[in-house]
Structures are given as structure tokens and as C-alpha cells.
């Protein structure tokens, strides 16, 4: 089955330095979604890419999803400690645009 | 628009009981998902519903696990029996339709099995 895999697992930054987090599916992707959990909360819906190469920027968080759409990645400028949680990518395939989330990266900021 | 809401947020259950857990998913959504998140992994889907029908559920462990969506509104998800590694957070979200970019998720219920 399809199998969408992110690295790192775990991030450590200083408040202030950069962050990402890349995605990569074993599958070609319809899309892909970035959620972001806060601990102990509920995956938050952040952005959906469906173009090959498709570039989407939020202030600080920039999103891309790969010529091939097998693979994205996630890049925060500047972290901040409201930016602590798990990033989730989730890739959409098939008829019924099932979904499979990847296993996430836990981003640690440290004031 | 009130959120997806979840019933319980906790539960403790020995191995082998029952437990259920409700979903009400936001007004309108025809898409209602259930997710199992394990500690320290990402979701798994278990069952996708559209409308009331099952559209897919290749990853609910069927001799244990059953969901329905009656109405297409309010779904139930059960266990019977449960096991240990059943503990894990439930997830119910929500979708405009399938092919949404949005899913809206509940808070979600927390169970252990002991």
C-alpha cells in the first residue's frame, strides 16, 4: 500500500533559525495537505498543493510539492515558539481520494 | 459553524470489553473519516464514509472494528473485543466532499486498554 514517509522525526531549533520538514510518498500523488498538531490537540488543516512543482507561501511557512508529485516539503522561516508541534504532510491518491498522513516531524523550538 | 464534535475524550476499558465512540461531524460535510493515532505516529484512516456508504475501509481491522454512519449524519465507531494495542487517540473529521482540500477534525478520544 501506499506509504508516505517524512524526515526528520524530530527537530530541535533556536528560536529564530529556520526549519523543514520534507515529505516523500512511494506513490504518485493527486495532492498533498500539510496539517499541523499541537500537542496534545487535533491535526489543523495548514495548506493543499495539487500542481507538480506548485510553490504556496503563508508569512513565514513555505510549501512545496514536487515536479514528480511524490514528494513536498515544508519550510519555516525565523521559528518561533508558536510554531512548536508536529508537521504532518498527508498525500491524497486514488478514486476516492483516500488519504494517507506521513509520519510527521515533532519541531521543537527553543526561546 | 460549530466544530466536529467526539464523545467520550477519555476511556478506560479492560481488554476484551466494548467500547463505542460517537461523531458529529460539521453540518453539511458529506465525507466523515475515522482515524486511529497511536502515540508518537501520524493518523491511520480506518474507515471513509460518503454520505452514509463506505467508501473505504481497507485498513479497519474488520473481526473487531465496526462503524456506521446512519442518515448520513452522526457515525459510531466500536470495538469488540479490545486488545491492548487498540490504545491510541480516535479521530473523527469531516469534509465538505471527498475530494474537499479540508478536513476538519474533532478533538478526538483517548483510549487505554489495560
Known amino acids: 500500500g501506499q506509504q508516505v514517509m517524512q524526515i526528520p522525526q524530530y527537530q530541535h531549533v533556536q528560536e529564530g533559525e529556520d526549519f523543514t520538514t520534507y515529505c516523500n510518498s512511494s506513490?504518485?500523488?493527486?495532492?498533498i495537505q500539510w496539517y499541523k498538531q499541537r500537542p496534545g490537540g487535533h491535526p489543523v488543516f495548514l495548506i493543499q498543493l495539487v500542481k507538480s512543482g506548485e510553490v504556496k507561501k503563508q508569512k513565514r511557512l513555505t510549501f512545496q510539492f514536487g515536479e514528480a508529485k511524490k514528494n513536498s516539503s515544508l519550510h519555516i522561516t525565523a521559528t518561533q515558539t508558536t510554531d512548536v508541534g508536529t508537521y504532518f504532510c498527508a498525500g491524497r491518491s486514488g478514486g476516492y481520494q483516500k488519504v494517507t498522513f506521513g509520519t510527521g516531524t515533532k519541531l521543537q523550538v527553543i526561546p | 459553524e460549530a466544530g466536529v464534535a467526539q464523545s467520550p475524550r477519555y476511556k478506560i476499558i479492560e481488554k476484551r470489553q466494548s467500547v463505542a465512540f460517537w461523531c458529529n461531524p460539521i453540518?453539511?460535510?458529506?465525507?466523515l473519516y475515522w482515524y486511529q493515532q497511536i502515540l508518537g505516529q501520524g493518523p491511520k484512516l480506518l474507515i471513509q464514509?460518503?454520505?452514509?456508504?463506505?467508501?473505504?475501509d481497507s485498513q479497519l481491522p474488520k473481526d473487531r472494528f465496526s462503524a456506521e454512519r446512519l442518515k448520513g449524519v452522526d457515525s459510531t465507531l466500536k470495538i469488540q473485543p479490545a486488545k491492548l494495542e487498540d490504545s491510541a487517540v480516535y479521530l473523527c473529521?469531516?469534509?465538505?466532499?471527498?475530494?474537499?482540500?479540508?478536513?476538519?477534525f474533532g478533538q478526538g478520544t483517548r483510549l487505554t486498554v489495560v
Open positions: 464514509f460518503q454520505n452514509n456508504g463506505v467508501v473505504d
Open positions: 453540518s453539511g460535510h458529506a465525507t
Open positions: 506513490t504518485t500523488l493527486s495532492n
Open positions: 473529521a469531516s469534509s465538505r466532499v471527498a475530494l474537499a482540500a479540508e478536513a476538519f
